[in-house]
């Protein structure tokens, strides 16, 4: 094959003078079933479609090769099946191609010839469509999104089957809107996908994406804009770039387009768009000094040699890209040879004019001027480089369609009738065969063939397109045979942000909602997910410390038994007991002597009994609380504190009636020294009863589990519910303590006699103090403290009052028994009755 293409190639440059005189007659051919064929044969409309008065067909000026090779594989494929034994025996297919000039307008001129009814000129107008033969029974192609989004309703409407071999606008997966539309070429969406995969395998998420103001740069562009936020990846700003370049602002676009890459500094560009808007880019950023970048490209440019020819190109920097996985055709390649051999004979080229004329070519001609001033050595460099599998491929689908629509064996193909919307099942549902290769159309009539990455490596000067990887399912990639063409031969970087380790979250800076700072996530929240915008907070009975993944169970904390702090208390505790129990012992012991008469007689045991239960009621406050003990705490103390109280009460009367009323002590005195004086102590406990009744209605205390005050921990806690109701509890031992300091604080005796009124005064004095601060203190902590704080103030008031009181008499028993005498207690209070002393 290639001694004969050089044979040719060297005959092509002697015909360069002598130009081939029919290869435009080579794109229509009668047959039994008709294939349209839409290329874009040229380029650069003969009159600006902006300024068209009258509807004048619409021709173009230059030549584009790679539409011309791609007719070319059409009709290479259509001789090879009728040239075949088994496909289609005993059927011949014809072919009738048409320029599209990239331009939807011209596009449609074909199209509706292709509508019109076979053998006129005319598209009839029906009620039902089933049994209308058009002129074509399917039609290849066109090659661009925007051509085939115009052109497919047009054909869907009459259920003819369309077979792009370039479209890949994933609008066009709408089955519901093109029934009839098929390509051979996947979809956008699996090229996105790839350019993903690319991206966050070399750790790129600060990236510029640049389409092409046209259906494929803007669909594809919208399908990186919505996948791209997905995949942690910040598009730094998009741009549009325009197809028509002889518009006036076109430059200043490309312009602006330039230096908003240059402003946000990015080193990863994505480029979606066709070759000459391209190639217009390429060439604006070499002018303006652009650094080197690495640009992410497609098949649409990169496989282009327009790109490729621009002065200075290793200058942009780094070029990787998809193109589509595409076998060989064998045989093609000799076939364009023997063509262009062919149309040099007149012979020939008689016959293929009068083949022509047989399919009305003087109603639409092919519009492919250039076509007849053009040799083969004018093509043979994009032979190689073109992608006409996927014109081989469209062709054959029909074909098998028809094979099966018409019921052919191996040997023959009954002569049948067959309408165009009867292919469809088949196109559906079965599988076909091309030169060894499967080939089926997926739910969104496309074939997926998956890409290779290829690098544009340059030696010597020259390009080459260096394959590096493949994407199929998942992406591999060589990375080794990849150059970056940076300062310092480094793969580059190109980062809005850092990957936030575990147990950090993003916070949003810029303008960019996809740039941020990673941040450690406060006490109590947590991390939930990979790259989380914001932290979980933990839930009530959680705690968490910073920068924490998963949230941790509160512990419970109360004031523990074991704890260094209740044991001191505790052993306080003890000690206030065993101290106030050798008090009455000593008491009890002593209780006919004169001192202990003085002190009150049998009513001090009963006080210090009082205090004893005081001091043990300080166990309520320690260990687990609840609900029940958070209530009887405060009515216990407050109960055995009145008992205590009651009986001083009673003792300072005796004394403010003696020293202040001695003319009516005579009759009140037996109230309260007397054995009344229990009648006394039970009116005073039954107020305190009464008022622990009212406590109990207005809110008593309560346990409250407060996740506040401590970071790991649940604080359970006695919270005082109602303050009125506290203040109902405690008001009436303080005014007894009041009316005792009242009693006695005035009280002055003789230097030889022992004064009892002073004991109770320093006891109520202490009382108070404790209890101001106490009450301070406790409103306002939050803490284990607070139970801390009222076992503080309970045996500070009990060692308080048992050593102002009961301690120093004590003493006189033990150490001074000399001074327990009737001369030194009888008539401690002046003016005290005989029979009362």
Known sequence: ???????????????????????????????????????????????????????????????????????????????????????????????????????????????????????????????????????????????????????????????????????????????????????????????????????????????????????????????????????????????????????????????????????????????????????????????????????????????????????????????????????????????????????????????????????????????????????????????????????????????????????????????????????????????????????????????????????????????????????????????SQIQFHTADQKEPTSECFMHCKPGQFRRIKGFHLCCYDCTDCPENTFWSSKDSSSCTPCLQHQWAPARSTRCHERSERFLFWAEPLSIALLTLVAITILLTCLAALLFGRNLRTPLVQAAGGGRTLFALLCLVLLSLSCCLYVGKPSDTLCTVQGMVSALCLNGCFSTLFLKSLEIALVTESPRCAHSLLRWVTQGRSWLLIALCLLTQCLLCLCHLHLGPDHLVSDYKSLPTEVLLVCHTRSWLAFALLHSYNSCLALLCFLCTFMVHTSGRRYNIARGITFATLIYFIIWIFFIAVFATLRTVLRAVTQVVAILITSLGILGTYYLPKCYIIWFKPEMNTVDRFQNSTPEEPEEDS
């Open 1 to 479: 094959m290639v001694p004969k293409l050089l044979v040719l190639l060297g005959l092509g440059t002697g015909w360069a003078a002598q130009s081939p005189p029919c290869l435009s007659a080579q794109f229509r051919r009668p047959g039994d079933f008709i294939l349209g064929g839409l290329f874009p044969l040229g380029r650069d409309p003969t009159v600006s479609l902006t300024e068209r008065s009258e509807p004048i067909l619409v021709g173009c000026e230059r030549l584009f090769i790679d539409g011309l090779i791609w007719a070319l594989g059409m009709r290479f494929a259509i001789d090879e099946i009728n040239n075949s034994s088994s496909l289609l025996p005993g059927v011949t297919l014809g072919y009738d191609m048409y320029d599209t000039c990239f331009e939807p307008l011209v596009a449609l001129q074909p199209s509706l010839f292709f509508l019109t009814q076979n053998g006129t000129t005319g598209i009839g107008i029906l009620c039902n469509y089933t049994n209308y033969q058009p002129r074509v029974t399917a039609v290849i192609g066109p090659h661009k999104s925007n051509l085939c989004l115009v052109t497919a309703k047009l054909f869907s409407s009459f259920l003819i089957p369309q077979v792009s071999y370039g479209a890949s606008s994933e609008k066009l997966s709408n089955t519901e809107l093109y029934p009839s539309f098929y390509r051979t070429v996947p979809s956008d969406k699996n090229l996105v996908e790839a350019v993903v995969l690319l991206l966050n395998r070399f750790g790129w998420n600060w990236i510029a994406t640049i389409a092409s103001d046209d259906e494929y740069g803007q669909g594809a562009q919208e399908l990186l804009l919505s996948t791209a936020g997905n995949n942690s990846i910040c598009i730094a700003f998009e741009g549009l770039i325009p197809t028509d370049l002889s518009e006036p602002n076109a430059k200043s676009q490309l312009e602006d387009t330039v230096n908003l890459i240059k402003k946000t500094n990015v080193n990863i560009i994505v480029l979606f768009a066709y070759s000459l808007p391209a190639q217009a880019l390429l060439e604006q950023s070499i002018r303006m000094g652009l650094s080197k970048k690495v640009w992410i490209g497609t098949e649409a440019w990169m496989l282009s040699d327009i790109p490729a020819s621009i002065p200075n190109i290793q200058s942009i920097g780094t070029v990787l890209g998809f193109v589509m996985k595409t076998g060989t055709v064998p045989g093609f390649q000799n076939y364009v040879a023997d063509l262009f051999a062919s149309v040099q004979q007149d012979q020939f080229c008689q016959e293929s004019r009068k083949l022509s004329r047989l399919m009305n070519a003087d109603v639409l001609p092919t519009h492919c001027r250039e076509c007849d001033h053009i040799s083969l050595g004018d093509i043979s460099p994009m032979l190689g480089l073109s992608e006409v599998q996927p014109v081989h491929v469209a062709v054959y689908s029909v074909a098998y369609a028809l094979h099966r629509a018409l019921g052919c064996t191996p040997k023959a193909c009954p002569k049948a009738s067959i309408r165009s919307w009867q292919l469809l099942h088949f196109m559906d549902t079965l599988s076909f065969e091309v030169n060894g290769q499967s080939f089926r159309f997926d739910q969104s009539h496309s074939t997926n063939t998956g890409y290779k990455l290829i690098f544009w490596s340059w030696k010597n000067g020259t390009l080459r397109n260096l394959p590096v990887g493949d994407y199929e399912q998942s992406l591999s990639i060589n990375e």
